[in-house]
């Protein structure tokens, strides 16, 4: 096999991908892949990225013999050659031939999920008499290596496909069936014992497996990758909320100076942010634990027996550990995935939460003697390559871009929930890519904030007190004592003139010197008067 058929093969096509992939230029990539003159060290990385598929004298053009790379699998088009070391079968290929766009292929935890459903429903087949127990128990061997993460590499396929998913639910039922002959001794495109179809997607269709995937994903990633990110950031604001308790700072409204609070109170809205935050995803999980599966085509359950997606949806409760019931109106399920949609809404209100906190925090940090400078953020690394000793608030504006794209994915998948035609949903890939997706960067995103600054944030207390005390703001608290208008005025004579606000007060003669101490503390301005 040379290197451009590996790359047609295995990357549709897209050298540009490849090279992205391993980190290598696009330009040597395409000498390689044209025959035209590389180095050899070149030539032997770029051989030994494609696993021995390809060696170096096969890119330089040495003859190769085509039979043993590939072997012949049918559908109902007819034969496909499939490359001979991979599970997938004639549909996947003809997938990764038919949609050559892009270079995103399915998430892994929409794999996982896969796996998982076809383990589910080979056990259930199995208990209702629907399956042989030799085959059913290679099914699940099968399919708990697809759960475990071992074949990744056997499902090559975009996520720019059919709108059902359906070619990575025929691509999971084909890498699962090929298994499942090999472990029982029978060759690769064999179909016997184990059909793909007959066995591996028995009392299933895509329409149902694909958007239970979605939700079983979608809640496993909410549960174990972001809802524990957010709480480790949650856990650090806290920690700063409580440090910075008693350092009392001049707040701001419209990025103008207001009255004072403490730092430690500004910290506990962005703790309590995050706190609301976990609470809407955790508020949108319930709709994700109700699956679609046991609806086949178009959620009547034909082709099931009775029961089927009561304890399919028990099964797969089990072996996630997550509360997965079967869906009481699977139509819905089916057609309309407004569960996705919500819980993209929860991560979208995440994102807005912390574009705000990171924000805030870049500005308030900003300086460090030229900006407020109110706070002093980790050093992480150098920030210019032209400015010598400039340092940005770089964990700020990376979470920043991570809110950025949340929120554009979550445009994508309103959109997408809209496009519920008739019995079917078919934006369904699109949707779940984008979804994961944001659960991953918030998480990350989120975990890496929280790690890399708020944990090492300092406050600047003299610089604090410097801009409180220059406040012309504070005069709130003389308002009671003379009358919003004459504080006013004094707030404006005092601006106008340079003066401080004690100075303007006694120029034009409102309150003694006494009184306005007495009046004018920041310490009794943070709360309620008792």
């Keep these: ?65 085509p039979g043993p790379d590939f072997r012949t699998e049918h559908d109902s088009f007819g034969p496909m050659k499939v490359p001979a070391d991979r599970y997938w079968g004639a549909q996947t290929q003809r997938s990764i031939e038919n949609f050559p766009i892009g270079g995103e292929t399915l998430p892994r935890p929409v794999i996982r999920a896969l796996g998982i459903i076809k383990k589910a429903a080979a056990l259930t087949n199995l208990a209702q008499g ?15 290596e697809v759960i475990a993460g071992k074949l990744y590499g056997h499902f090559p396929l975009v996520v720019w496909q059919t709108g059902s998913g359906t070619q990575s639910n025929m691509n999971a039922n084909e890498v699962i069936a090929n298994r499942a002959n090999e472990l029982l001794g029978a060759p690769l495109g064999s179909k016997s014992p184990v059909h793909p179809n007959d066995h591996v997607n028995r009392s299933q269709s895509s329409n149902d497996t694909f958007p239970s995937a979605m939700n079983i994903a979608a809640a496993e990633e909410i549960t174990h990758r972001l809802i524990p990110a957010l709480q480790g950031l949650r856990r650090e604001l806290d920690k700063k909320a409580k440090a910075f308790s008693k350092i009392i700072k001049i707040g701001r409204t419209h990025l103008q100076d207001a009255t004072p609070l403490t730092l430690g109170q500004e910290f506990s809205g962005y703790a309590a942010q995050i706190k609301k935050g976990i609470q809407r995803l955790k508020a949108a999980l ?57 819980a993209s809404g929860a991560a979208n209100t995440i994102a807005a939460s912390l574009m705000k906190i990171a924000n805030d925090i870049r500005l308030l940090g900003s300086g460090p003697r030229c900006g407020i400078g109110e706070l002093r953020l980790p050093e992480n690394e150098p920030g210019s390559s032209i400015m010598p000793g400039k340092v940005n608030p770089t964990q700020a504006e990376a979470l920043t871009m991570v809110c950025a794209q949340v929120m554009g994915n979550h445009t994508a998948i309103s959109i997408a929930g809209s496009q519920g035609h008739l019995e079917l949903n078919v934006f369904k890939p699109v949707m779940i890519y984008n979804l994961l997706q944001s659960i991953r960067l918030l998480g990350d995103g989120a975990a890496s904030f929280a790690k890399r600054c708020i944990e090492g944030i300092e406050a600047d207390e003299a610089r604090i007190h410097e801009l409180m005390e220059q406040s012309l703001m504070l005069v709130t608290a003389l308002a009671p004592e003379i009358g919003y208008d004459k504080a006013a005025e004094v707030a404006r004579n005092a601006h106008n003139k340079g003066l401080t606000l004690l100075e303007s007060a006694l120029e034009l003669g409102y309150v003694t010197e006494q009184r306005f101490r007495e009046v004018v503390r920041p310490e009794n301005m943070i709360g309620p008067k008792n």
């Excluded at 059913?136 to 708990?144: C, H, L, N, R, W």
């Excluded at 399919?312 to 079967?326: C, D, Y």
């Design 130 to 144: 629907g399956l042989d127990p030799e085959i059913a128990g290679a099914i699940v061997k099968a399919a708990e």
């Design 1 to 65: 096999m040379d290197l451009k058929r590996y790359i047609e093969k295995y990357h549709c096509g897209n050298q540009a991908a490849f090279a992205r992939k391993h980190r290598l230029s696009t330009t040597v990539v395409n000498r390689a892949c044209s025959g035209r003159n590389i180095s050899v060290r070149k030539l032997k990385q770029i051989a030994g990225l494609t696993g021995g598929a390809v060696t170096a004298g096969e890119i330089l053009g040495e003859t190769v013999k």
């Design 286 to 342: 319930p709709d994700l634990y109700e699956l679609a599966q046991g609806g086949t085509a178009v959620g009547t359950g034909l082709n099931t027996r009775k029961g089927f997606d009561k304890k399919v949806a028990a099964r797969i409760a089990k072996i996630t550990g997550l509360p997965f019931v079967t869906a009481p109106n699977k139509f819905e399920a089916m057609a309309a995935h407004d569960a996705i949609v919500a």
